[in-house]
Each structure stands twice: as C-alpha cells, then as structure tokens.
C-alpha cells in the first residue's frame, strides 16, 4: 500500500476493533472505544506535531527540552460520527483547536454538500487532522479535505477508524498529499454504501439512534 495510507497494527488495537464489530457492544462500550482507539491513532498522526525548544529547570539543573507548538493544530470532525472521536485526540493534545464540518449527500445528484463550517481562525497555518471515522466510499473525507483546501490548508491528515478499499483509493486519487490514518482496512462496500463486515452505522451507535 501507498506509504501515505498508515494502517496502524497493534494488537490492543485490534483487540478493540474486534468490541467495535461486535453487535453486542452497546452504545456507552462502542463511545468509550471510539476515543481509545481515536487516542491510539492520534500518537501516531502526531509524530511530526510542530515542536519548539523550552528552557525547564529539574530539581538537578536546566535542560533544554521541545514542548509542542502552541496553536499549532487543529482537529476538524466531520459531522456527525467524527464527533466521537474529537475527546480521544484532546486526551493527548488537550489544546488543539476544534472546528466542525457537516456534509450530506443530495439525493438526487449523490454529490457531497456541506451543510455546516466552523472553522478556527488562522487555519490555514495549522496541521490540520480530519476525523471521520469510516472511510467508506470517500465522497464525504474527500469533500472535507477539498473544503479545508479552499480555506489555504496545506498540512492536512485524515483519521479514520475503519476503511473500505474505495474510499482509500477516493482519497489517494482526489489529494494525494494527504497522509491517511487507519486502524483497519475491511472487504469493501455493500449495496447501501456500508462497510463490510464493519461495524453499521459508527453515528448511529456512537449517539443511540437509528
Ligand atoms: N458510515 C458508517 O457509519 N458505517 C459504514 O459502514 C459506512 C459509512
């Protein structure tokens, strides 16, 4: 695979996609597993997070050690199952910036539209991580990504939990300069756009709705 698409293996990892699967794993397990696995995926999204040097004073003596840039990164989900996974990132990054993207698909054309952007000011200076955590068929990542593009986004990730082979292709098609995070791949896609085998409908299990 493309060294831009970073399947992240581990085995406590899988260990939680395997609850995430499960049909059984009611809402409050499945939220809780969203952020843990969203905080694993985020340590590795966030090697390269802008670092500065810091003069700090041990009980010893003064060493000179990188602390994280203030203000240097922005999470943006996509509306509404990217919002589970917004507390597993600040969990490592508690300062980082928030913005919030919605995208629908027109029924009748199929395209993605944004219906809602809420972006931080300044972004276009910021590392900026999309959270969506099923990259299924791509359309609504790729509408994000381009959306954040047109504000002056240069440094752009994409964080997903799970992906189906067309959405990643979607993406690495449609912004190749955007790194890409997964925990797994899957199958594929069924004829209603879900990932399979998957985990259904993320925004429906993450908010207890049908
Ligand atoms: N969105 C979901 O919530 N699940 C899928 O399988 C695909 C898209």
């Known amino acids: 695979m493309d060294k831009n698409v970073i399947v992240v293996n581990h085995p406590l990892l899988n260990h939680k996609i395997a609850l995430l699967r499960d049909v059984n794993t009611a809402m409050k397990q499945f939220r809780e597993i969203v952020c843990e696995v969203s905080t694993l995926l985020a340590y590795e999204a966030l090697k390269d997070v802008p670092v500065e040097a810091r003069e700090v004073t041990t009980p010893l003596e003064s060493v000179t050690q990188y602390v994280v840039k203030e203000n240097s990164v922005a999470i943006v989900p996509v509306l509404r199952a990217g919002l589970g996974m917004v507390n597993g990132v600040l969990a490592l990054l508690p300062t980082a910036e928030v913005g919030h993207i919605g995208i629908y698909r027109d029924p009748e054309t199929l395209e ?24 299924a068929t791509g359309a609504s990542a790729c509408a994000a990504i381009s959306m954040l593009k047109s504000k002056g986004c240069k440094d752009i ?11 990643i ?6 912004h190749r300069d955007v790194q890409v995070f997964l925990a797994c791949v899957d199958r594929g896609l069924n004829g209603n756009g879900y990932i399979v085998p998957g985990f259904g409908d993320a925004g429906n299990r993450l908010f207890g709705t049908k």
């Open 169 to 174: 292709d979607k993406v690495r098609n449609s």
């Open 112 to 135: 993605a539209k944004e219906y809602y952007c809420k972006l931080p000011e300044n972004i276009a200076d910021k590392k900026v991580i999309v959270l969506d955590p099923m990259l």
């Open 157 to 167: 990730k994409l964080m997903s939990i799970l992906a189906a082979p067309q959405g």
